[in-house]
């Protein structure tokens, strides 16, 4: 079971750090994804760390913005965001999969969180 948290309401410019807990199991040999939902729109990948944080990738617009990273001895995944604009308001989602590449399609994910949002306001 993958739990996120740390979403909520930030001004614009503004910082959040959002966590991503694995219960009943354990992550570490699993890539991890990010990825968000705005309202009215398909879900969107954000961000993806493999196994052993060898490598990332992020989608273009958070590049420079947002940081994946991971303890695989707490379980937990982290996604940092800073720079917060509006137009990253969405419902925030983690994912996992047995693999030990990047993936950033959200059908090649296994494993979902329940979501948190994140509202940036202008």
């Known amino acids: 079971q993958l739990v996120e948290s740390g979403g909520g309401l930030v001004q614009a410019g503004g910082s959040l750090r959002l966590s991503c807990s694995a219960s009943?199991?354990?992550?570490?040999?699993?890539?991890m994804g990010w990825f968000r939902q705005a309202p009215g729109q398909e879900r969107e990948f954000v961000a993806s760390?493999?196994?052993?944080?060898?490598?990332?990738y992020y989608l273009y617009s958070v590049k420079g913005r947002f940081t994946v990273s991971r303890d695989n001895a707490k379980n937990t995944v982290y996604l940092q965001m800073n720079s917060l604009k509006p137009e990253d308001t969405a419902v925030y989602y983690c994912?996992?999969?047995?693999?030990?590449?990047?993936?950033?399609?959200?059908?090649?994910?296994?494993?979902w969180g329940q979501g948190t949002l994140v509202t940036v306001s202008s």
């Open positions: 009943g199991g354990t992550i570490s040999s699993h890539t």
């Open positions: 994912a996992a999969v047995l693999s030990a590449s990047i993936q950033t399609g959200f059908n090649q994910y296994d494993y």
């Open positions: 760390i493999t196994w052993n944080a060898g490598s990332t």
